[in-house]
């Protein structure tokens, strides 16, 4: 029995999620499989792996297939390098504590590496939204001085007509008050 290492569709239209799981070949997409390892969501930046990596390392030494999709997600965890250095120390090349050295240096660099990449994308997205309130801002600016100049012209022009219509019937009551 070929067995293969895969994702299996779940979520909503547009959004979805997958389960890695492990399953025979012939198994349908979302159909019966023998083993859930965990969770893929590629909505999120970066997209989000989860899964049990000790499960996927027994997996692959026992000889399952991962899809090129998976095999990417193990490589970028590191399974793959681990399953590499394994192999090392069963053919004698390394000691098994060589090995896992030099994978707990090479874990610790990539997790700060995609801690960095993280930060980096959250600090640029505020930096965007600071950008972009500073740019409102000045555009309501400019929008509410155009308001006060318009209705400072308003009153200088209605100022003028206003007295011209005041003045001649000042005039009138003091005549009457003459007589």
Same mark, same amino acid.
């Given at each position: ?20 799981? =492990? ?74 504590? +060589?090995?896992?050295?030099?994978? +707990? ?17 959250? +600090? ?14 000045? =555009? ?40």
């Amino acid at each position: 029995m070929a067995v293969k290492i895969r994702l299996a569709r779940r979520g909503r239209k547009k959004a979805a999620i997958y389960d890695i799981v =492990v399953a025979d070949a012939r198994a349908p997409r979302d159909g019966r499989f023998i083993e859930k390892l965990g969770v893929y969501n590629p909505n999120t930046n970066p997209a989000s792996i989860d899964f049990n990596e000790d499960k996927a390392f027994q997996w692959l030494m026992n000889g399952a297939q991962p899809t090129d999709t998976v095999k990417a997600m193990l490589s970028y965890r590191g399974i793959l390098y681990r399953k590499h250095l394994q192999v090392g120390v069963i053919k004698g090349a390394i000691s098994q504590e +060589t090995a896992d050295s030099r994978f +707990t240096d090479w874990k610790t660099t990539k997790e700060a590496a995609v801690e960095s990449k993280r930060t980096a994308l959250g +600090t640029a997205k505020e930096t965007a939204r600071q950008a972009a309130l500073a740019a409102e801002t000045k =555009v309501k600016e400019a929008r509410a001085e155009a308001i006060r100049q318009r209705e400072a012209e308003k009153a200088a022009a209605n100022a003028p007509a206003a007295e011209a219509t005041e003045t001649p019937a000042e005039g009138g009551e003091s005549t009457e008050e003459q007589a």
